[in-house]
């Protein structure tokens, strides 16, 4: 034995997306240089943030602050670019902000032995309020430079984004962090089952703390890929990302109860989450049913991971054969 | 009476304990137990629930440390101080299925925590990957040893219990283990799986694993075991060669104590049949199970853990759904499709696990007493009448002779006890006629435990009907009219109070 899979959900995964852009390419203007290379630049910074997400839901945890994070890195990036530093200061500045504010949330969960959910859903509320008051200018940052935006908005051979590439190459070092060492197999034991984790010799606390820090770090990325391609950064445009990164990883299979999915899958629900929003767009859906859709998928992906079929249709054929439930 | 196939393995002592004491809050666990495990044997652990066997496996793989006594490995002084420590020591326990991971796959699951790696090129020291090839490899290995093929890249939710049972063994196996302990391996495995497992169990032994085998089952000891040590009450009974025993001696063993005969236990006469059970069936858990029940009678369901006296019982009080069967309650048959329909018709069940399902445990004693009545003391806007939530509490407590400072109190700050009192409280309340008692004296002191006795007593004469599920066989003897005794989902046999003692029971059920 030992066959190999070749029809797993990943791979099925990536045939719809291909045939969602073909039927795009083919009905709308996606299909031109323009429609791709939006897409490219739109679709960077969730790829890397529904990888950082990602890698959280293995461990059965959640960051609800994941948006208000990367309005800080934008913003840090942003300020020091207009004061004037170099890229290495900046960027490194920015990927810090993302991991000391992710870390911050890691070690209240793991200290306190608090829900993730609540925790990030308080610092959330924390940094939406910190931020309005406290950064000059409500945050707003304007005028930036070349100095700051030739990462977002510079192309290789005139189409390809940077971020692009980032974001690919980003993906790439993940899912093999994920599958070749063991720390990816540890995100997946604590959360299959913390106690046989423990058993397995692996500390679950430790390990928490560790992937919300690779998360900060990763959504340090994601800021500052998202932040430079505009040569304005408004708040408004982070608040909410969270979102749209667990859709991404939902729908690309990764089990919202931990322990399991892949972040290929996570790659693949980026393109499709946007690929949907650009067909309501396209069919003239108001913003607010974007959403209301966006939430149906999101509903319509966690039923299909976590129901056990073979169970249902045990029920089903059972209560069928008795005459009703 | 055995089977020819265990010739004594020989060879040296592995594993040895001697005078092990583990005491816990209240009960000597363990006393100057002694053990002692050769090379390559299966040694069979036996004993009544309770009797300490779980401690002693416990102490084995790092749970606890023992109060005094020794363990030696292999000659030298053993101390083992964690569930890691023992798997580094070689020593490995296996689990049904709680330490599995369900998402991932077997071949994940064998080498969590101690995956195989290669240096990555070029950056050698700095930096390891995960070495599948070699680690499927070993897994081959292994499965073969095991003379199984199983694909590696199954997920493990995917498998059947058995199987999963077999993914654990090689995960012991991959921590090259020279001791397994298998705790009650085949409860639940199917006959032709028990088989399979037997043929695991003999390639181990012939390659060097010495294996301690707990089962109450002594069909299953006798085909497989070498040798076979007795526990009772936390000592250490006798140990010898399965060829040299009877089934009939090991009984005896297990149970040999004296009787106390301070069960308040009154005769009451027993009046006509309230409740009526005929063929109940539930897949996997019961077998066609029949079952009459008199008014004034202490029905003791016994049977080994897993015999299906709760199942049966969840079933009887409209808990959970047979796949057929009938019940009858005063002759009329209805079928009972919830709890609620079986407290109007009289039935109430109180469960084994007064923390999980009997108490609200953040409550006050009178809040739970009431909590099935709330309609019955609300008036029509759904306001609860205080007054009378007071009245019946009061009365309860004083009849029941609960030890709280007040109706207001909270019941986790009672004692285990009179959390049973406040349990079987809420089930009088309802003014029931049948009740059926699971494990009504489980984790009570002895003084609360013959007050809770008495009040069973005082049930019966005022004319109810009880079904009390026990595993103390004492409890079972001084208190029932009488035993039904229950193995593999099946009614096992039946025997009236003149002709209960402890080894008929434990016959029927074993």
């Known amino acids: 034995m030992g066959r190999k899979r070749i029809v797993t959900r990943e791979s099925m995964l990536g045939t719809i997306v291909a045939a969602f852009m073909l039927f795009l390419a083919l009905s709308t ?43 800080f890195v934008g913003f840090t990036a942003a300020a020091l670019a207009k004061a004037g530093y170099p890229a290495v200061v900046f960027m490194s500045a920015g990927l810090l902000v993302g991991v000391l504010l992710a870390g911050l949330n890691g070690w209240i969960i793991v200290a306190f032995r608090v829900p993730s959910i609540v925790v990030t859903l308080a610092t959330n509320m924390v940094h939406i309020g910190f931020y309005v008051t406290f950064l000059p200018n409500a945050g707003w940052v304007l005028n930036l430079s070349r100095s700051f935006t030739w990462l977002g908005q510079g192309r290789f051979f005139g189409v390809v984004p940077y971020i692009f590439v980032i974001a690919l190459l980003v993906a790439a070092v993940t899912i093999w962090i994920a599958r070749y060492t063991q720390f990816g197999k540890t995100l997946y034991a604590v959360g299959g089952n913390r106690q046989a984790a423990i058993y397995a010799g692996i500390d679950p606390d430790r390990t928490v703390l560790k992937v919300y820090l690779l998360e900060g770090l990763l959504l340090g990325v994601a800021g500052i890929l998202k932040a430079t391609t505009a040569n304005r950064l408004m708040p408004s445009v982070f608040q909410g990302r969270e979102m749209i990164f667990i859709a991404a990883a939902v729908v690309g299979g990764v089990n919202i109860m931990g322990g399991s999915g892949k972040l290929l899958g996570a790659v693949f629900g980026a393109l499709l989450v946007y690929m949907l929003s650009i067909t309501m767009i396209y069919m003239g859906f108001q913003d607010y049913f974007q ?21 249902l249709r045990r029920r089903f054929a059972g209560a069928l054969a008795r005459g009703g439930p | 009476m055995t089977d020819g196939a ?34 390559g044997e299966v040694h069979a652990v036996c004993g009544e629930n309770g009797a300490g066997k779980s401690t002693l496996m416990k102490l084995i793989t790092g749970v606890y440390q023992p109060d005094s006594g020794t363990m030696t490995l292999n000659g030298e002084r053993l101390v083992v101080r964690n569930p890691n420590d023992a798997y580094a020591k070689g020593i490995a326990i296996i689990f049904q299925e709680t330490s599995l991971f369900p998402e991932l796959t077997i071949l994940e699951n064998i080498f969590m925590g101690h995956e195989l790696t290669r240096p990555l090129p070029g950056l050698g020291r700095f930096a390891r990957r995960l070495d599948y090839g070699s680690m499927r490899t070993k897994a081959g290995e292994i499965f073969g040893r095991l003379g199984m093929a199983l694909d590696l890249e199954a997920r493990v939710t995917d498998l059947s219990v058995a199987v999963k049972q077999m993914v654990e063994i090689a995960k012991a196996l991959s921590f090259d283990s020279r001791i397994l302990i298998l705790d009650e391996p085949t409860a639940a495995l199917t006959s032709k799986e028990v088989d399979t497992l037997f043929d695991t169990i003999r390639r181990l032994k012939a390659h060097g694993v010495s294996m301690l085998y ?56 027993i009046g006509e049949v309230v409740l009526e059970a005929r063929g109940i069936r539930q897949k996997g858990v019961l077998d066609g199970v029949d079952l009459t029940l008199r008014r004034g009678e202490i029905l003791g369901l016994s049977g080994l853990a897993g015999a299906g006296r709760t199942e049966l019982a969840l079933v009887l009080c409209g808990l959970s759904r047979p796949d057929a069967g009938e019940i009858r309650v005063d002759g009329q048959r209805h079928a009972i499709h919830s709890y609620r329909e079986a ?55 004083e009849s029941l002779s609960i030890k709280t400072p007040g109706g207001d109190f909270v019941v986790s700050n009672l004692s285990g006890g009179n959390q049973q009192k406040v349990s079987v409280a809420k089930a009088l309340a309802t003014e029931p006629r049948i009740l059926i008692l699971d494990e009504p004296t489980r984790g009570v002191d002895v ?39 229950m193995k593999n989902g099946r009614k096992q046999g039946e025997l009236e109070r003149g002709a209960l003692t402890q080894e008929s029971i434990l016959h029927m059920a074993l």
């Open chain 2, 447 to 485: 003084g609360a435990k013959s007050e809770i006795h008495r009040i069973i007593s005082d049930l019966a004469r005022q004319g109810k009907a009880i079904i009390m599920i026990s595993s103390d066989l004492p409890e079972v003897l001084g208190m029932s009219d009488r035993v039904l005794v």
């Open chain 1, 291 to 311: 959403f209301a859709l966006q939430g149906v998928l999101i509903l319509v992906a966690v039923f299909i991971t976590v129901t056990d079929f073979t169970a």
């Open chain 2, 343 to 397: 407290m109007e018709r009289g039935i109430v069940y109180v469960s084994e696990d007064r923390q999980k399902y009997g108490l609200v445990v953040p409550m006050t004693v009178a809040e739970n007493v009431t909590l099935p009545l709330l309609r019955r003391i609300s008036s029509a806007f759904g306001l609860v009448d205080v007054g009378r939530e007071q009245e019946i509490t009061r009365s309860y407590v």
């Open chain 1, 29 to 71: 203007n996606f299909g031109t240089v323009s429609g791709l290379y939006s897409m490219m630049l739109d679709v960077s910074p969730t790829i890397v943030g529904a990888i950082a997400l990602s890698l959280l839901i293995f461990t059965g945890n959640i960051d609800i602050s994941a948006g208000t994070i990367l309005g």
């Open chain 2, 214 to 269: 707990i089962s109450h089952r002594l069909d299953e000891i006798f085909q497989i075991a070498d040798r076979v040590t007795v526990i009772r009450d936390g000592e250490f009974v006798s140990t010898e060669q399965v060829g040299r025993v009877t089934r009939d001696r090991l009984v005896s063993w297990m149970v040999g104590r004296t009787l106390h005969n301070l069960y308040p236990k009154e005769d009451v006469p």
């Open chain 2, 6 to 39: 265990n010739a004594a393995a020989g060879g040296e002592v592995v594993l040895r304990m001697e005078g092990i004491n583990k005491a816990f809050p209240g009960v000597q666990a363990l006393s100057n137990m002694t053990l002692d495990l050769r090379h």
